[in-house]
C-alpha cells in the first residue's frame, strides 16, 4: 500500500487548497479512504471520509460546510477540497485507508494557515 499527499502549502485565512492523495498497491475502488489531520502538539483526528464508491461522506463538526472529500476511481485518487480556511486548520493532513485491518497513512502534506 501506498498512499502519496500532495497539494498543501501556505495559505491566507479564508483562503482555498485542494489536496490530492494517490493510491497504489491495493484495488482503490473496493476501500472507503479518510482524510485525517494532526496539528503541532494534538493527537491525530479525522477530518473526512468517503465510501469506497464516493456515495457517503462524513465530516469532523470543525470542517463541516467547509471541507469536501471526493475520489476518483478511474484514476485511483481521493481529494480534499478546503475552503474558507482558518488559522486552527493549520496541520500535517494525512490520508488514510484500513486494509485488512491493517492501517495506513501517507507521509502527509503540510497544510498552514496564516496572513
Known amino acids: 500500500v501506498q498512499l502519496v499527499e500532495s497539494g498543501g502549502g501556505l495559505v491566507q485565512p479564508g483562503g482555498s487548497l485542494r489536496l490530492s492523495c494517490a493510491a497504489s498497491?491495493?484495488?482503490?475502488?473496493?476501500?472507503?479512504m479518510r482524510w485525517d489531520r494532526q496539528a503541532p502538539g494534538k493527537e491525530r483526528e479525522m477530518v473526512a471520509g468517503?465510501?469506497?464508491?464516493?456515495?457517503?461522506?462524513n465530516y469532523a463538526d470543525s470542517v463541516k460546510g467547509r471541507f469536501t472529500i471526493s475520489r476518483d476511481n478511474s484514476k485511483n485518487t481521493v481529494y480534499l477540497q478546503m475552503n474558507s480556511l482558518k488559522p486552527e486548520d493549520t496541520a500535517v493532513y494525512y490520508c488514510y485507508v484500513r486494509k485488512w485491518s491493517l492501517d495506513y497513512w501517507g507521509q502527509g502534506t503540510q497544510v498552514t494557515v496564516s496572513s
Open positions: 468517503i465510501t469506497s464508491a464516493g456515495g457517503s461522506t
Open positions: 498497491g491495493f484495488t482503490f475502488s473496493s476501500y472507503a
